[in-house]
């Protein structure tokens, strides 16, 4: 399986290379009041590419910063379930207190250990 993704790895940077040899005449990028930049098609390429990543990260930035506050912030303690069971079955009380603990459907265990 190793060497599978070596050679997946090796394709895609063949490919790229590839693309960059045959795409090096110059490109205009026109921008407003009449500046432009004139640079190989490959750089304009990448900086597209590159500026494109940069703002996805940077939309994503609120929502990290929401679930790591989440994940840090101190669990909250058990709620006592109180149970029309009779006291000798403690076993259906036990898991009266287990579906009610997790109510809100999230498992910041989980987010903890994925960093988030």
């Known amino acids: 399986m190793k060497y599978l993704l070596w050679l997946l790895k090796a394709a895609i ?4 290379f590839a693309f960059a040899l045959n795409n090096q005449h110059d490109a205009t990028v026109n ?7 004139r640079a190989p098609l490959v750089l304009v390429v990448l900086v597209a590419f590159a ?3 940069v703002v996805g990260a940077l939309g994503m930035l609120p929502g990290w910063w929401r679930h790591r ?3 840090a ?3 909250a303690p058990p709620a006592i379930v109180q149970s029309a069971a009779p006291a000798g079955n403690a076993s ?4 009266n207190l287990i579906n009610n603990n997790n109510s809100s459907g999230t498992d910041l ?5 994925h960093g988030l």
């Open 109 to 113: 265990t989980v987010a903890r250990h």
């Open 92 to 95: 259906v009380a036990s898991d």
């Open 73 to 75: 912030r101190p669990a």
């Open 69 to 71: 506050s989440n994940a």
């Open 51 to 53: 500026g494109g990543m």
């Open 13 to 16: 940077f063949f490919t790229l």
């Open 31 to 37: 921008f407003f009041f009449g500046t432009y930049w």
